[in-house]
């Protein structure tokens, strides 16, 4: 299925409507991703050898409308998301979907995570990629830089994908801990690296179809609230949950695009 406009503003009103029901924020980071998953989910990646890992362990709605969209979770799950006895929590959880062989949300494990898969599937001679999705504050975690060390330098097939729409959970990225130069930062390791619109899907399509036969990072310049302009580029957007007035304003913003 190719991803059209049309498609991914629905899934963005589900992905609002979906929280504003359970009443719990982290909105603004799953706006950030949801193009990059959906692309992924149902243009790029093999569910019979492929795996991937949502790093950003905070974005779990937007991994699980993306999985809803290509029919792994039901409506009647999605109605669930957040409550008692759900299968659906905040953060991804373990051996519940097979799209999701970790529970993530301690931020700057899960590229380690992918590393060990990948390096199993080396040392196998196992067919498939590892496609791993992080924030761009888990590269200001050492854990983070390590395991892309160890991914370098074993020239592992890791697509690694940044979000990179600048804001962490305490503030601007580089107020907190500078990413000056990040790409060239990037770039002093043996890996091939890819500067997109994280918004735009022919990028990001582009990219993610790209082959190397180094590690690819994909850098996906994002917006933090992406399509609701009182959540675009605003650290509440990492916190705070729809309401009533909100939850309207939202979808009426949606509605324009």
């Not at 924020?25 to 093999?46: A, P, R």
């Not at 959970?169 to 043996?190: H, P, T």
Request: proline letters at 2%; one cysteine or more; charged letters at 20%.
């Amino acid at each position: 299925m190719i991803i059209s406009k049309e498609f991914s503003l629905f899934v963005r009103r589900r992905l609002l409507k979906m929280h504003y029901e359970s009443g719990v924020g982290h909105i603004g980071g799953n706006l950030s991703c949801i193009d990059i998953l959906l692309i992924l989910f149902h243009e790029i990646i093999n569910k019979d050898s492929d795996k991937f890992i949502l790093s950003k362990g905070h974005s779990a709605g937007a991994l699980y409308i993306t999985l809803w969209s290509t029919g792994v979770i039901s409506e009647k799950e999605i109605c669930t998301f957040h409550k008692d006895n759900t299968l659906l929590p905040g953060h991804p959880p373990v051996s519940v979907f097979e799209e999701i062989p970790f529970a993530t949300g301690s931020l700057g494990h899960g590229l380690s995570l992918a590393a060990g898969l990948s390096k199993y599937k080396q040392l196998t001679n196992t067919k498939g990629s590892i496609f791993c999705l992080t924030s761009d504050g888990e590269w200001q975690e050492g854990s983070t830089w390590e395991a892309f060390l160890f991914i370098t330098k074993h020239l592992l097939n890791i697509t690694v994908i940044i979000d990179n729409n600048s804001l962490q959970g305490f503030g601007r990225i580089d107020e907190i801990s500078s990413m000056n130069n990040f790409e060239q930062k990037l770039s002093a390791f043996n890996c091939d690296i890819i500067s997109i619109d994280g918004h735009d899907n022919n990028q990001i399509r582009s990219a993610l179809s790209k082959y190397s036969n180094k590690t690819k990072v994909i850098v996906a310049h994002t917006i933090k609230g992406k399509g609701v302009p009182f959540m675009e580029n605003k650290l509440d957007s990492h916190y705070l949950p729809l309401d009533d007035q909100t939850y309207k304003e939202a979808i009426y913003y949606l509605n324009k695009l």
